[in-house]
């Protein structure tokens, strides 16, 4: 079965970007002139998704207004002949052509586990790509095309993995696996931000899963956790595993750029910027005649 809707999860408090976040919500600080969700939505498209379902929380729709057509200001932008800026907006356009989005929403932050399932009557009873607002990928192949092509033989989940050195490990969920080939692995464990010594390998988790109608099976029938949360990784480890079912990952081809705090965001906007073909050139040569490095 084909992968044709993917979850974007976007109701968490980020916290970590207050006090911005308050009035710009995380999935719309951009990345050198783009939102971190276009970047996202790019690779989705890219991957085939014809359905996005976005987990809003109640009082931010913003990512909807963004993704609107303007015709208002594409006729400005005409008028006044602005070509440029004009293709740039129709450009945005031309991204959600042929995505349907949709949107639930999560009322409360009780964990990514608990947003995802928010979105299973939406998704129905298929196979469905699960793309965190904190991952960008820069890869050839986008990564949820990646996933997918594992996910047609496979036919189970699958978790997109990068390896890490070691001072990160601690902020990222670190899987214990047996390998079966060239990237590809047989998930045995999976433990939320451990310590070094309890990290099972060098593998995190990247936030782009393929998750089957057993995984919401189980999201659904999951205990929230003492604060009342369900987490997808304490789901996979906890429950599916411990009940012998077979779930894979997949090390990446590409570079994963994080978002999940301000300093990531930096250097992701850096490592991007520095790489863009119109802006890289000039920033460049702005570090050298600055001397800033
Ligand atoms: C989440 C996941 C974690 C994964 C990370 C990737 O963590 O829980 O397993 O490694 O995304 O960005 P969070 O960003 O919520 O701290």
Redesign the pocket.
């Known amino acids: 079965m084909e992968i044709k809707k993917a979850i974007i999860p976007i109701a968490g408090l980020a916290t970590r970007f207050l006090p911005l976040s308050r009035v710009v919500p995380k999935e719309l600080w951009p990345i050198v002139d783009a939102p971190i969700i276009q970047y996202i939505i790019s690779e989705a498209k890219q991957s085939g998704i014809k359905e996005i379902v976005f987990v809003l929380k109640p009082d931010n729709k913003r990512v909807l207004d963004y993704l609107k057509p303007c015709p208002k200001i594409e006729k400005i932008l005409k008028e006044k002949k602005k070509e440029d800026i004009l293709t740039e907006v129709k450009n945005l356009q031309e991204l959600c052509k042929n995505i349907s989005f949709s949107y639930v929403l999560q009322k409360n932050p009780l964990g990514?586990g608990h947003a995802i399932l928010q979105a299973a009557k939406l998704v129905g009873d298929e196979p469905v790509a699960c793309m965190?607002g904190?991952?960008i990928i820069d890869s050839k192949i986008p990564a949820v095309s990646q996933l997918a092509k594992v996910f047609k033989t496979c036919q189970k989940p699958v978790i997109a993995l990068d390896r890490l050195p070691k001072e990160k490990i601690p902020h990222?969920?670190i899987v214990g696996v047996e390998k079966i080939a060239n990237r590809f692995f047989k998930i045995k464990k999976i433990i939320?931000k451990p310590s070094l010594e309890q990290a099972p390998s060098d593998l995190?988790?990247?936030?782009r899963y393929i998750l089957t109608p057993e995984v919401f099976y189980y999201l659904k029938k999951a205990k929230p956790t003492k604060k009342g949360e369900i987490i997808?990784?304490e789901v996979f480890n906890n429950q599916m595993l411990r009940d012998g079912k077979v779930v894979y990952g997949y090390e990446i081809e590409g570079k994963w750029l994080?978002c999940?705090d301000k300093l990531r965001w930096l250097k992701s906007n850096l490592y991007l910027s520095l790489k863009h073909p119109k802006y890289g050139p000039e920033l460049k040569n702005y570090l050298k005649e600055t001397k800033i490095i």
Do not use: P, R, S, T
């Not at 995190?204 to 936030?207: K, Q, R, T």
């Open positions: 990514d965190f904190d991952d990222y969920g939320e995190a988790v990247i936030g997808l990784a994080e999940g």
